[in-house]
């Protein structure tokens, strides 16, 4: 089945974005500043945006593909492309993406941020990757928002290194180590064969020192060192006693995943 659906939607014809010059990528990312700038979307684009939200893929699907010319825009495809990445579609979502550029049309930052978000949710970080090449072949500049999702991508995979190696990139390019990637670097360690409970516990207390929000990385800690654990953390945290490896996991140091 999944077969025949494949072949019913190369046999559709998605919309052809409509864009500016061709060889303009200043104009491009300047489109997409211009787009992030506003959260609302054209009235042609309300329903599409509403059916990717509710994770209704095959709807959202029939509505972009009739879409009138003056309304498939890139902001068009990027909710679509958005959906799919929500919904572990990264298959239809690379379909489209081709089939976009086979027909002329550009992508820009947000694009090729979904794309690679959309190969993280899969676990799919060499796909990611190639994303992220074809994205600087392509004369788009990635931002922090590019160098998290591909952390992600690392992450889910148990990568620490190379998230360690974006996670350097970043501040050497001036650009804020967040939340997000702390989040990544927790993930990996607990990804890691075998798992690294006492670095994920690192992990957490080197973004307290940064003065970030430890709550934000919670969950993902829970996930790693065990919800115990984690909540002895948080009392060392609000008792403000220093960092302590003996948090006595045992076996909790299974829950990474």
């Avoid at 976009?100 to 978000?117: C, L």
């Amino acid at each position: 089945r999944r077969q025949q659906q494949q072949q019913q939607r190369q046999q559709q014809q998605p919309c052809q974005v409509q864009q500016g010059r061709p060889g303009d990528a200043r104009a491009t990312a300047s489109s997409a500043s211009r787009a992030r700038a506003s959260e609302s979307v054209s009235p042609a684009l309300v329903p599409l945006k509403a059916a990717a939200s509710r994770g209704e893929l095959a709807l959202a699907e029939t509505l972009l593909l009739q879409l009138a010319p003056q309304d498939c825009t890139i902001e068009a495809v990027n909710i679509f492309l958005h959906a799919c990445a929500m919904g572990r579609d990264l298959a239809r979502a690379e379909h489209y993406a081709a089939s976009m550029f086979a027909r002329g049309g550009r992508a820009n930052r947000t694009t090729y941020n979904t794309m690679i978000n959309a190969c993280a949710a899969q676990g799919q970080s060499d796909r990611a990757m190639q994303w992220f090449v074809t994205m600087v072949e392509s004369g788009q500049e990635p931002n922090e928002v590019t160098m998290g999702v591909l952390c992600k991508a690392f992450a889910s995979q148990g990568l620490v290194e190379p998230v360690r190696s974006v996670m350097s990139a970043i501040e050497e390019a001036g650009l804020p180590v967040n939340e997000y990637f702390y989040a990544a670097l927790i993930t990996a360690y607990g990804a890691a064969s075998p798992p690294q409970p006492d670095s994920a516990e690192g992990a957490f207390w080197e973004l307290v020192n940064r003065g970030l929000r430890p709550q934000s990385v919670r969950h993902k800690l829970e996930q790693v060192i065990g919800a115990d654990a984690t909540a002895a953390l948080f009392e060392s945290l609000r008792a403000g006693g220093e960092p302590s490896l003996a948090s006595g996991r045992g076996a909790s140091s299974g829950d990474a995943g």
